[in-house]
Nanobody, 128 residues
Framework: QVQPVESGGGLVQAGDSLRLTCALARRTSLSVAMGWFRQVPGKEREFVAAITWNGASTYYSHTAKGRFTISRDNAKNTMYLSMDSLKPEDTAVYYC?????????????????????WGQGTQVTVSS
């Protein structure tokens, strides 16, 4: 089983930085693409960033681009989301997701329905 486990959330002030970590329960050598999504109560889950299994390609939402950086270390079975210049509107539960990468992944990386494995989420709260 590929079971993502998130960590690193917390309460920070606007302008601060935070790094989220997503650990997989097994080796990532099985071509697992990964992504970060976030959700606030009453709203749909929102795409944040994604990365291909080998880290060669990364994708960002409009709101994340320029402030967030997604990366991974397959030797440690771990993915990261570094978030800088955080804003109150970044407050949400952040979820890590994984899927065995498929041929057209580059066209569907932002579609939460394409991901098979999900973590339990980690709360990020940004105060003004």
């Amino acid at each position: 089983q590929v079971q993502p486990v998130e960590s690193g959330g917390g309460l920070v002030q606007a302008g601060d930085s935070l790094r989220l970590t997503c650990a997989l329960a097994r080796r990532t050598s099985l071509s697992v693409a990964m992504g970060w999504f976030r959700q606030v109560p009453g709203k749909e889950r929102e795409f944040v960033a994604a990365i291909t299994w080998n880290g060669a390609s990364t994708y960002y939402s409009h709101t994340a681009k320029g402030r967030f950086t997604i990366s991974r270390d397959n030797a440690k079975n771990t993915m990261y989301l570094s978030m800088d210049s955080l804003k109150p509107e970044d407050t949400a539960v952040y979820y890590c997701a994984a899927v065995h990468e498929f041929r057209d992944y580059r066209n569907f990386y932002s579609d939460s329905g394409r991901y098979t494995y999900w973590g339990q989420g980690t709360q990020v709260t940004v105060s003004s």
